[in-house]
Every structure is written in C-alpha cells, then in structure tokens.
C-alpha cells in the first residue's frame, strides 16, 4: 500500500497527538525500570484479522527513541491467523513500555476496519460494484481509517468536504431544488464531478435530467434499485454512476449488488468497529 506524502504528515501527526494525549510530561509508571534495560517485545493477533496500521507503530516507536527496531511479520492487507505474532520489537525497555498501548490502539483500530472492509468485498465477489468508505469516521483518524479501508479492499469515498462534490437533502432544500443545485455547483467548481443523493425514483429522474454525474440512492429497495439502474441505462448515454447507501449490512449487501448500482458505501466500516483483540508480551534481554 503505497505511502503519498500527504499521508505520511497524518501519520506523524496522528501518533504526534496520540504520545502528547498519553504521555503527557512523562510517563511515571516506567521510572520504576532500570534506564539501561532492554527488552525484546512481540505483538499477538488473538483472533484472524486483516493486517493494517504498520505504519503507525512504526512511528510510535521512532518518535519515543529511534533505537528501538521494529521487524514485522505480516504487511498491511495480509490475512493474518489467530495466535500469529505480527512483529518482534527490541530496544529500550522504558520506550517499547511507554509505546505500548499507542502502538496497540493503531493496529486493533485500524486492523478492525481492514478486516470489516475485507468481510464486505468478499460478500459482494462476482458483482461490478465497489465498496466505498464514508465520512463517518473516528474523529481525527479519517486519514488513518481510510488508508485501512483500502488496504481491505475497498475504495475511498471523499476525504472532507473540500475535495468532491456530494449535494444531499438539506443543501437541495436550501439551493432551490435539484436542478437548481446542479447547476450551481457546475457553475462553481466545473472541475469536479456532481453527485447528488435522492430518495426517490422520481428524484433520480430529476438528478439524471439536471446532469448529476453520480446518483446517491438512498435507502432504496431491492426492487426500486434494480429499477434505477434500468432507468439510468435506458435514458443516459453514457449512463450517470449509481451509488447505493443507507441500512447496507452483510446480509443485504449481495443482493445490493446484483442491481447493478455501481457502488455501495457503508459507513460500518469507519463507525461500527470491533477492535481487534490483540496483546503485546515482554522478554527482558
């Protein structure tokens, strides 16, 4: 999984925030171990995963004390078994102490959505559609939980609210209606696709005729999907992007799939998150 620029500041920045949060000035508990100890430390899946976060404990660690050696096992987007030991950690006995929670949340946070991400595009394997990310993300994290969400399977929605166009319900109602807000957002930002989310065919059909590049179905039924995509197809050349969202689970989502819609975006990845059990055991050297 490749590493932008942009990506590596949030990185620094997120773990920057998380030391300064459980750190503070100092961490009084390790003052009890001698300064001069070292020790040999591995962490522990407890249940099968799908690896992600590597990044972020390797940050933990550096930016404690740059002696400190991390050599991992596992990369992100590996499938990992229960009981497997994702990496050895030897160094300082004080940082590796004093990093060990930080490093812990980042990987069972950020494993738990790469594994919950992995669940849905293999639920929906056979079908055209993409798994799509949303903006309902831990605070602070969206970086790190949409990195997970890609190194699962899956796609990324927009990052924020600055970098794509998506119009729902109450921007319609206070623009003036659905071709109203079309246009207005054509005429300000030309160089930006338009998505816009309705809630009925009849919506769609507006959207469509308006020029929405991309339709947000929202909470439509099986049947009412199918025949959105029919609509799309017959009337659009090319046909416009269809998105499902709104009630989508695993029982559901292959069936979501089968209409044909182009994408399915599932907030449960980034909200709905089980962390993922994990331990880190100590050998003093």
Not at 242 to 256: Q, R
Request: hydrophobic share 40%.
């Amino acid at each position: 999984m490749g590493i932008t620029d942009e990506l590596t500041a949030a990185i620094i920045g997120d773990v920057s925030k998380i030391l300064a949060e459980d750190v503070g000035n100092g961490d009084v508990t390790t003052e009890i171990v001698d300064e001069s100890a070292t020790a040999k430390a591995s962490i522990v899946a407890r249940e099968p995963m799908t690896m992600a976060g590597l990044p972020w404990v390797n940050e933990v660690f550096a930016q404690l004390d740059s002696r400190i050696v991390v050599e991992w096992m596992f990369n992100d987007g590996d499938h990992v078994h229960a009981d497997a030991e994702l990496c050895i950690i030897q160094g300082p006995a004080r940082a590796i102490l004093t990093g060990e929670r930080s490093a812990l949340n980042f990987v069972q946070l950020l494993s738990a959505t790469a594994t919950l991400t992995s669940r849905y595009v293999k639920a929906i394997e056979g079908t055209s559609a993409q798994i799509l990310d949303t903006r309902k993300t831990i605070p602070g994290l969206r970086h790190a939980q949409k990195y997970a969400v890609r190194v699962g399977g899956g796609s990324n929605h927009r990052s924020g609210l600055y970098d794509a166009i998506l119009i729902k319900e109450n921007h319609i109602f206070s623009a003036g209606g659905i071709e109203a807000v079309v246009q207005t957002a054509r005429r300000r930002h030309p160089e930006l696709p338009v998505e816009i989310e309705v809630e009925t065919i009849g919506e769609m059909r507006e959207a469509l005729a308006a020029g929405a590049d991309r339709v947000l179905l929202d909470n439509f039924k099986i049947e009412d999907l199918r025949r959105a995509v029919e609509i799309n197809q017959r009337t659009c050349q090319p046909p416009a992007n269809l998105e499902a969202s709104g009630g989508i689970t695993l029982d559901n989502i292959f069936k979501i799939a089968e209409t044909g819609v182009d994408y399915i975006s599932v907030g449960a990845l980034t909200k709905h998150i089980n962390a993922i059990d994990l331990s880190m055991r100590f050998g003093y050297e």
